[in-house]
């Protein structure tokens, strides 16, 4: 039940089968007979004063029995105006007692302070608290009451209904900011492990690469060499063949010639003559592949390396599309101009491929999102480095369905993503410009037209001091043309 809180909460309810208190109650409550006796009091100990202490502007309501009270607590909390405070008569014939009318209450409105108007006869003490137990809510005013003490009651619960209440928001709002805390700590615990099993990953592929790399070599010397040999012997047996004719021709050594035909047709010479030099040529095909992605794979993983050092970056590029296959093959054509003087430059390798990697992805899912809409649309991703003044400059348009412009400012923040639930977390870009923007001191920009998208990477070639590159990078590097 929501409450506003900006006035005091002076709602009252009286429920007493004795038509003749509720007059009392309004008469005290409302400020009449105790106001003469503290105006007494008041002159004896603190001399005239206008204040006239406890009174307050109550709104009391009364029921005459214990189920009509019940009834006006509920429907009042109900509909957000509740009562603070109830004082409740103990004996209410024919109906409900106060013990069965304050348990009923409850149930609905908790946070209701309850007083038990009692006269001595009525209940004991360990009767009262035996049926409801001993709640803060609860205080016991025997009759007949004093009208000082009953104005201090009011004044004290209401006071104390309205810091609970307070209390109880305040609880709100704290429980509501531990779990959004509680839940963003969960997202970057995801997030970390994310990392860690990308990490662990690379260090396997690493290790795995390294391991299928010395059979590759020997495989691929091996299969150069038969290769060879097949070119080798086939002029041989030609020559062969041309010898067993002339001795037909001669009618010479008939049994061994019969000997050779059974042998020539058993293993199909004249299909092995055809096929030995294109398998030979095919299998050194395969495995300059196998080579190119384990070189690839290692390049690409070079676990724990945090540190600027001289990398190609071309080189970066052409293993990160290797490793990226998968994602781009079905729906684009990848194309690379790489100005092949490019010097080596100041980079950490992993995270450079990390960058390209996102946003080759990108491209190809942006590509694909085209196409749902057209698909005879073409999809092509370039990859160009460039030298440029000091920087290595990387461009990547594709031909995708471009970013909307209301969109373009945060394409760049941490979790943006249109892409749904598994698709995307809206990591890719966030991840890349930091990479590229702190650990290099270079820049990101973004081209975009519903034509396509160009992201832009620049690396500085000189990181004589990292901090003053970043002021560098965050001026951009100004006359830079394509
Ligand atoms: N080449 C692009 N063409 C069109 N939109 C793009 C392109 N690259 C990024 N975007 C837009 O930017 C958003 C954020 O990209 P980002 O790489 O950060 O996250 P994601 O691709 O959605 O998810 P994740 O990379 O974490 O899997 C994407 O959801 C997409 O809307
Ligand atoms: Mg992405």
Same mark, same amino acid.
């Given at each position: 039940?929501?409450?506003?809180?900006?006035?005091? @909460?002076?709602?009252?309810?009286?429920?007493? *089968?004795?038509?003749?208190?509720?007059?009392?109650?309004?008469?005290?409550?409302? %400020?009449?007979?105790?106001?003469? &006796?503290?105006?007494?009091?008041?002159?004896?100990?603190?001399?005239?004063?206008?204040?006239?202490?406890?009174?307050?502007?109550?709104?009391?309501?009364?029921?005459?029995?214990?189920?009509?009270?019940?009834?006006?607590?509920?429907?009042?909390?109900?509909?957000?105006?509740?009562?603070?405070?109830?004082?409740?008569?103990?004996?209410?014939?024919?109906?409900?007692?106060?013990?069965?009318? #304050?348990?009923?209450?409850?149930?609905?409105?908790?946070?209701?302070?309850?007083?038990?108007?009692?006269?001595?006869?009525?209940?004991?003490?360990?009767?009262?608290?035996?049926?409801?137990?001993?709640?803060?809510?609860?205080?016991?005013?025997?009759?007949?009451?004093?009208?000082?003490?009953?104005?201090?009651?009011?004044?004290?619960?209401?006071?104390?209904?309205?810091?609970? $209440?307070?209390? @109880?928001?305040?609880?709100?709002?704290?429980?509501?900011?531990?779990?959004?805390?509680?839940?963003?700590?969960?997202?970057?615990?995801?997030?970390?492990?994310?990392?860690?099993?990308?990490?662990?990953?690379?260090?396997?592929?690493? %290790?795995?690469?390294?391991?299928?790399?010395?059979?590759?070599?020997?495989?691929?010397?091996? #299969?150069?060499?038969?290769?060879?040999?097949?070119?080798?012997?086939?002029?041989?047996?030609?020559?062969?063949?041309?010898?067993?004719?002339?001795?037909?021709?001669?009618?010479?050594?008939?049994?061994?010639?019969?000997?050779?035909?059974?042998?020539?047709?058993?293993?199909?010479?004249?299909?092995?003559?055809?096929?030995?030099?294109?398998?030979?040529?095919?299998?050194?095909?395969?495995?300059?592949?196998?080579?190119?992605?384990?070189?690839?794979?290692?390049?690409?993983?070079?676990? %724990?390396?945090?540190?600027?050092?001289?990398?190609?970056?071309?080189?970066?590029?052409?293993?990160?599309?290797?490793?990226? $296959? @998968?994602?781009?093959?079905?729906?684009?054509?990848?194309?690379?101009?790489?100005?092949?003087?490019?010097?080596? &430059?100041?980079?950490?390798?992993?995270?450079?491929?990390?960058?390209?990697?996102?946003? #080759?992805?990108?491209?190809?899912?942006?590509?694909?999102?085209?196409? &749902?809409?057209?698909? *005879?649309?073409?999809?092509?991703?370039?990859?160009?480095?460039?030298?440029?003044?000091?920087?290595?400059?990387?461009?990547?348009? *594709?031909?995708?369905?471009?970013?909307?412009?209301?969109?373009?400012?945060?394409?760049?923040?941490?979790?943006?993503?249109?892409?749904?639930?598994?698709?995307?977390?809206?990591?890719?870009?966030?991840?890349?410009?930091?990479?590229?923007?702190?650990?290099?001191?270079?820049?990101?920009?973004?081209?975009?037209?519903?034509?396509?998208?160009?992201?832009?990477?620049?690396?500085?070639?000189?990181?004589?001091?990292?901090?003053?590159?970043?002021?560098?990078?965050?001026?951009?590097?100004?006359?830079?043309?394509?």
């Amino acid at each position: 039940m929501a409450r506003e809180l900006e006035r005091p @909460n002076l709602r009252i309810i009286t429920i007493d *089968d004795t038509r003749a208190i509720h007059d009392d109650y309004r008469r005290v409550l409302g %400020g009449e007979e105790v106001d003469d &006796v503290l105006d007494d009091l008041e002159k004896e100990f603190f001399g005239e004063t206008e204040e006239k202490a406890l009174s307050e502007n109550y709104e009391i309501d009364s029921a005459e029995q214990g189920e009509a009270g019940f009834e006006m607590v509920k429907s009042a909390y109900e509909s957000g105006n509740p009562y603070a405070l109830a004082f409740v008569d103990m004996r209410m014939p024919p109906g409900w007692d106060g013990f069965k009318t #304050i348990q009923q209450m409850w149930k609905y409105d908790p946070e209701i302070q309850v007083v038990i108007c009692t006269a001595y006869s009525d209940s004991s003490w360990s009767e009262i608290f035996g049926t409801l137990g001993q709640p803060d809510r609860l205080l016991v005013l025997k009759k007949p009451f004093d009208p000082i003490e009953l104005k201090q009651l009011a004044s004290a619960l209401t006071a104390k209904w309205e810091l609970t $209440r307070r209390a @109880n928001t305040e609880n709100d709002r704290l429980n509501a900011l531990v779990t959004k805390a509680t839940d963003d700590l969960k997202e970057v615990q995801a997030q970390n492990l994310q990392t860690q099993e990308l990490e662990s990953i690379g260090r396997l592929a690493a %290790g795995v690469a390294h391991e299928i790399n010395t059979p590759t070599q020997y495989v691929t010397d091996n #299969i150069g060499y038969l290769s060879e040999s097949i070119d080798g012997i086939l002029p041989l047996i030609a020559q062969y063949q041309n010898l067993a004719a002339a001795a037909k021709a001669e009618n010479f050594a008939p049994d061994l010639r019969s000997k050779i035909d059974d042998i020539e047709e058993e293993i199909d010479l004249e299909f092995l003559i055809e096929e030995m030099p294109s398998a030979a040529a095919q299998a050194i095909t395969g495995i300059k592949r196998i080579s190119q992605i384990v070189t690839a794979m290692q390049e690409f993983s070079h676990p %724990g390396q945090k540190e600027l050092t001289p990398v190609n970056i071309n080189r970066m590029i052409e293993s990160t599309m290797t490793i990226a $296959r @998968n994602e781009w093959k079905y729906g684009a054509e990848l194309e690379l101009a790489l100005q092949e003087d490019l010097l080596l &430059v100041p980079c950490i390798a992993d995270e450079f491929g990390q960058v390209v990697l996102n946003m #080759i992805v990108n491209a190809a899912h942006a590509i694909e999102e085209a196409r &749902v809409e057209d698909p *005879d649309r073409e999809g092509l991703i370039r990859i160009s480095t460039k030298l440029e003044g000091d920087w290595a400059v990387m461009r990547i348009p *594709d031909t995708g369905a471009g970013i909307p412009d209301e969109i373009r400012d945060k394409i760049f923040d941490p979790f943006f993503t249109t892409k749904g639930v598994n698709e995307g977390t809206g990591q890719g870009l966030a991840i890349a410009r930091s990479a590229v923007v702190d650990k290099h001191g270079g820049t990101v920009d973004c081209e975009s037209s519903p034509a396509g998208t160009t992201f832009i990477v620049r690396l500085p070639l000189v990181v004589a001091a990292v901090s003053e590159e970043q002021d560098v990078a965050a001026a951009g590097p100004g006359d830079a043309s394509d």
